[in-house]
C-alpha cells in the first residue's frame, strides 16, 4: 500500500538510472543519513558509538571490499585481513614520514598502497580460478602477516613489535589518538563508508561491474565478448583491496587507536568472509547486514541479561553468546541460503504487494 | 515464512536492548575485572581471575568493603582478545571504575594513551609496558613490582650464578622463546644488550598465537641449536605445551626457565614427573597457610560465592590474582587517606598508587606475612624494581629454588629511561605531566 511505484513515471534516462529510482527508497535512504548523521551523534552513549557502530561501519567497507572481489568478480581471496593490514600499516608510515599531512587524506592514500599490493597477489588469478586461487591468496595473507611481524621498519622499530596511533588533529579538532572524541571519529568514519559505498554502487552497476559479473558467471564467455580477463581481473583485485586498506587503516586509526600485528591474521579474513557469506554475496546492502549481523549481534546479545537485570557470570555469558549466534547462522542460512541481503529483497516484494498478496 | 518473521523480529528485540546501560551507585568503589575464561589463554586466566574476585569479596564479607565502602565487582571477559578487551573497557568506562586491569599486554598498550584522558588509573601488575615504569611520563600507569626487563636481568643473574659467574656466560648459547605478540617481543632489546655485554649467544624461537598448542618445529630447532639454557616468555596454553615438548626432546629441565607468568601449577602439571626441575620466577608466595587466604576460604569459598574449587585456592596463579587485588585495595585505602573521602574517584586513586607502599610490617597485617617482598612506588618510579625469588617445580608443586634476586638496574634504567622518552616522543602532542606529587601519607 505504502511501498509501492505505481504512478511514478519517469520521463527521463537519468530518472530511470538514478541510485534509488522509488520514491519511497529516496525518502528511506534520507531518513537513514538523517539518523546517522545527525541522531546518532546526538543520542548514543560512547561505548555504543566507539564498540558498536564505527567497527560496523569499517568492517561494512571492509566486506564491501570482499563482495567486490568474490561477490562481483567471482575472485575467491582469503587475503582481506592482510590486505586491511597493509593500509593500516601504510597509513601508520605515512603519517611518521608526514605528521603535518591531513591524516583523512593519508587514510584515503593508504588505500592505494594497499591496491597496489592487491594487484601483485592478485596476479595467481590470471591462471587458477576458485579454491585454488584462494590458497593462492592465503599465501598473501600469511607472507604479509609475517611481514607485519618482522619487519621493524614497518611499525617504526617499536619494542613492543605495535602500532601507536599518535594525536593528529584536522583544522585544529583532534581526529585520531586518545584526544579524538568518538563521534568526530564516528562522523569521519560515516562519511567515508557513505562516499565509497556510493561510488561502489555506481561501480557495479556500471560497464566495470557488468564485466565482473561477466567474468564471475562465466570467464571463457566473457573473454568471447571481448572482456579481456587480466585487466578486469587485476581491477577487482586493486579495486578490492582499496577498499579493504581504507577499512584497515580506519580501523586502526579511527577506532582501536594502537594494533598489534595480530589485528590481521587469516581469523579477520575469515570474519569478512562470514560477513558476505551471511549477509549476502553480490550485494552491498548485505555487507552492512553482515556485518551488523557478525559483529553486532554479538555485542547485543551480551547485553540482553543485563538489560533484564540477570546476573550471569562473565565466561557463561561468553559462551552463551558463541551457541546462540552459531544457532543463527545456521538458522538464517537454511531459511534463506542466499544470504540476509536476500531475506531482505523478499520482504521488500512482500511490502510491494501488501495488503493484497497474490 | 513465519519462521522468517519471528526471527526478524527477535533481531529488531534485540537492536532495541543494546541501548541501555544501567546507571552506578555512586556509595560503592567500583573495580572492574577485564578476565578470560575463555579462548586459549583460559589456562592461566581462569586463576588468575578467581584470586582477584575472591580477594575483593572477601573484603567486602569480613570488612563490608574497604574503609567501609563496599566494592562493586564486575567481570568482563576479553578472552585476551585486544578488541574485545577495548569494548570492555568502553563498556565500564561509564561506570566510573577506580582503576582498570587489562591483564593483556595488548589491551595495555591500547590503553596507555586513554588512562590521562579518561581519569583512570591502570595496573599492570608486572607486565604491560616495561618503559611505563617512569612516572613523570606515565602519571596514570603502574606496573608494580618489576618490569620484563627486571625479571629478564634476574633469569640471568641466576643463570650467571648457576654457571658459577657471569662472566662464564661467554661463548654460551641462551634460547628464547616467547609468544609473539608485544608481551613476548618486550625483553629482546635487553637480551641483545646483555648479550653483547656478557658475550654469550642468542636464539629466538618465536611461538605465534596460532602454534602455541604445537611447538614440535621451534623445539626441534631447539634440540638442533643444543642451547645451554631456555627462557621462556609464555602465557596460557603456551606453557604447558613447553614444558611437554622441553621434555620430550630431553631438555634438561633444571636450565629451563620461565618468567613468573610460565609458572602456574596447571603449566607444569601436564608433564607430570618429566617437568621435574623446570624453574620460573615467581614474586608471591604460594600456598593456602597465609591468614588472608584462609579467610577467603572461610568467607568466600566455603560459602559458595566463588567460581573456585576449593583445591584450587593457593596456587600460584590464584595467589598472583590475590597480590594483584591486594595493590589495589592497598592503594584504595590510601587514596582514602589522603583525600578524607569514603568514595574515591580514578583520580584519586591515581594518587593512592604513587604513594604505595607495603611493608613486610604492612604485609603482615593485611595476613599476608612473608607473602611477598616489600613493595613501595614513588611519583617518578611506578614500578620499583623489586625483586622476585625463582621456584622450581618438584613433579607436584612449586617449591622455593633461590633468594630474592634483584634486578640489574643499572642495566635495565639506561633502556628504561630511553625507551620512555622515545616513546613520548613518537606520540607526537604526548600530554606533559600536570598531576601533583603528593607526598607519603
Redesign the interface.
Known sequence: MFYREAGQYKTSYEADQATFPVLQDRIGMIVILAVAFVVVPLT?????I???LI?FLIFSLAAIGLNLLLGYAGQLSLGTGAFMGVGAYACYKLTTIF?DANIILLIIVSGFASAAIGTVFGLPSLRIKGFYLMVGTLAAQFFLSWCF?RIPWLY?N?????I????RAVFGIPVS???ATPVTRYLIVLTIVVVMTWIASNLVRGRIGRMWMAVRDMDIAAELIGIRLPRTKLLAFAVSSFYCGVAGAMMVFLW?????P??F??NRSFLILFMIIIGGLGSLIGSFIGAAFIW??P???K??P??FGISI???T???LQFMVVGA?II??LI??PHGLAR?WQI?KQKLRVWPFPY | MRIKMFGAACAMALVGSAFAIPAQAQDSIFIPLLSYRTGPFAGSGIPIANGMNDYLSMLNERDGGIGGVKIAIEECETGYDTNKGLECYEKLKAKKPVVINPYSTGITLGLIPKAAVDKIPILSMAYGLSASADGNNFPWIFNPPATYWDGLSMILKYIGEKEGGIDKLKGKTIGYIFFEGGYGREPIPLLENLAKDFGFEIKLYPVTAQEMQNQSAQWLNVRRDRPAWMIMWGWGAMNPTAVKEAAKINFPMDKFVGVWWSGGEDDARPAGADAKGYLTLNMNGVGAQYPAIQDIMKHVVDKGKSQTAKDKVGENLYNRGVMNSVLMAEAVLNAQKITGRKAVTGEDVRRGFETLEISAARWKEIGLGDFAGPLKVTCANHNGHHAAYMQQWDGTKWVKASDWITPMTDKVQPLLTAASTEYVTKATGWPKRTEACDKAS
Do not use: K, Q, R
Open positions: 548514543m552513549s560512547s561505548f555504543v566507539n564498540s558498536v567497527p605528521p611481524i617504526n617499536n619494542v613492543s613489535g605495535a601507536e596511533v599518535p594525536t589518538g586518545p584526544n582501536l587507536g594502537a594494533a598489534e595480530d589485528a591474521n587469516i553486532g549481534l555485542i547485543m546479545l547485553s540482553v543485563e538489560t557470570g562473565s565466561a555469558l561468553e559462551h543463527l538458522f538464517f531459511v534463506e531475506l520482504a
